[in-house]
C-alpha cells in the first residue's frame, strides 16, 4: 500500500446471489467447456475434492459476479470470470484475486478486492467491495 | 440451415419450443435470461457448432436476435 500514498480511493460493490440446484447437474464430464468459462483450475481442483462440489462452485459464480458487477460501475476496465480466481483460505475465509495476464503491474497495484461469500442449503450469496486507487 | 440450429440450440438452452423463440427476446427483460445462463447459451452455441467466441461478442450478445448475428458471422 505504500505506492497508494498519493492517490485516493474509488469504491465500488457489487452482489449476487444464485441457487445451488442449477449446479448441481453440471459435471467436470458433460460441462466442460461451461466450466473451464467460468472456473480456473485451481477452482475447479478445490470445488470438486469437495462432497458437495455444487455448493462450493454456486459460491465461487456469485463471488466472480459480484466482482464483476463492481469492476463494471467502475468503468475501469472490463473482467471476465477466468481473469478472477477465488482462494480458499481457512478461518479467514475466501481471498479473491486477479489472474488475467492482460493486466498491467500499475492496474493491479492499484486494486484491492473483498469479498464474503454465504450459503444455505438452497442459495449462495456473494458481496464483493473493489477499491481503485486513482491518481491525486 | 444455420439459423434453425442456432434457435434449436437457443431453445435447449431456455427449455422452452423452438416456437416461442422470437427475436425480440433480450437478456435485459426476459427474466430466465441471467449471466449463468448466459454462459451455459454460449458453451452450448460452441460445442455444437464447434466455434470459440471472442469475448466482445460474448458481452453483445445482448438479444436472440443479436445472438443469431453474431453466431452467423463465425459460421459463415
Known sequence: MLNNNFRIPKFSIGIDMELIERFEKISLESHSNLLRRIFTQ????????????AQSLCGRFCAKEAIIKAFSSLDQTVISFTDIEILHVDKKGPKAIIIGKQFSTDFLDRVEIKISISHTAQAAVSNALVVYWCDM | MHEEKIKKIFAQAFEIPEEEVHDDIAYNSYQPWDSLKH?????????????????DDIIDMSSYKKVREIVLKYLT
Not at chain 1, 485451481?42 to 462440489?53: H, T, V
Not at chain 2, 454462459?39 to 469475448?55: A, K
Open chain 2, 39 to 55: 454462459l451455459q447459451l454460449v458453451s452450448m452455441l460452441e460445442e455444437e457448432l464447434g466455434i470459440e467466441f471472442e469475448m
Open chain 1, 42 to 53: 485451481n477452482e475447479l481442483d478445490y470445488c470438486f475434492s469437495k462432497i458437495d462440489p
